[in-house]
């Protein structure tokens, strides 16, 4: 399976943008490119998605690099209730799993 | 609002009992269904695929004839936690997705936080 490497942490000031970096140098065509997210004592909640063009939506931007082995998500103005943890995950066409990795913990100062 | 609902969000019973966990689609539904496991400060992992009308399929490392799941109807899945012991202490969780596009997003229930005394 292809992995995604990312930080093990990073923290944020609210009201501010977070910009969070995803490494998948092993993905391959047909990878699509997800995001979610878990806020603690719940279950994860889908954030984002893409596969090969940048995409946006209510709640995060997905830039996703030319050669498509590098994604960042983007939380355009951080808020308190953007603590927790986000996970890059790669998701094979026509593949129901998901595979979690360890997350990025993003802490947000008020 | 929430698109899948699991019951119960919190169970603590004794070892050796069994304990049943229900997960439901809402709004849709669906054909398959997953079961995850995650233990404090840990990632989530993969348990089993629940199919509807079928066998589930296990992850490698998860016995079946513990973790015994159901799927009857294209809304619910059950996960039975038979004849529970301390070290299955953890949060369940499941997921459900659509069952027409595969790169759909899957959608998580908001746990069951299940501690075995």
């Known amino acids: 399976d292809a992995k995604t490497t990312q930080p093990n942490s990073m923290e944020s000031n609210e009201e501010e943008p977070v910009h969070l970096p995803c490494n998948h140098s092993?993905?391959?065509?047909?990878?699509?490119i997800h995001w979610y997210r878990q806020l603690p004592s719940q279950g994860p909640e889908y954030v984002i998605h893409?596969?090969?063009s940048n995409v946006n939506n209510r709640m995060a931007s997905l830039a996703i690099a030319e050669d498509r082995k590098s994604s960042t998500l983007i939380l355009h103005r951080a808020t308190l209730r953007d603590a927790a943890v986000y996970y890059c995950?790669?998701?094979?066409?026509?593949?129901?799993?998901?595979?979690f990795g360890a997350g990025t913990t993003v802490t947000v100062r008020a | 609002g929430a698109v899948v609902s699991q019951h119960p969000s919190r169970v603590i019973c004794k070892s050796g009992t069994s304990v049943k966990i229900e997960c439901r689609s809402l709004?849709?539904?669906?054909?398959?269904m997953f079961w995850y496991r995650q233990f404090p400060k840990q990632s989530l992992m993969l348990m089993a695929t629940?199919?509807?009308?079928?066998?589930?399929?296990?992850e490698q490392g998860v016995e079946k004839d513990k973790f015994l799941i159901n799927h009857a109807s294209l809304t619910l899945s059950t996960l039975t936690v038979t004849s529970a012991h301390p070290e299955d202490s953890s949060f369940y969780i499941c997921?459900?997705?659509?069952?027409?596009?595969?790169?759909?997003?899957?959608?998580f229930g908001d746990g069951t936080r299940l501690s075995i005394l």
């Open positions: 997921s459900a997705s659509s069952p027409v596009y595969s790169n759909q997003p899957q959608h």
């Open positions: 092993t993905i391959s065509g047909t990878d699509y």
């Open positions: 893409g596969l090969t």
């Open positions: 995950i790669l998701r094979e066409r026509g593949d129901y799993k998901l595979s």
């Open positions: 709004d849709f539904q669906a054909t398959t």
């Open positions: 629940s199919n509807e009308g079928s066998k589930a399929t296990y």
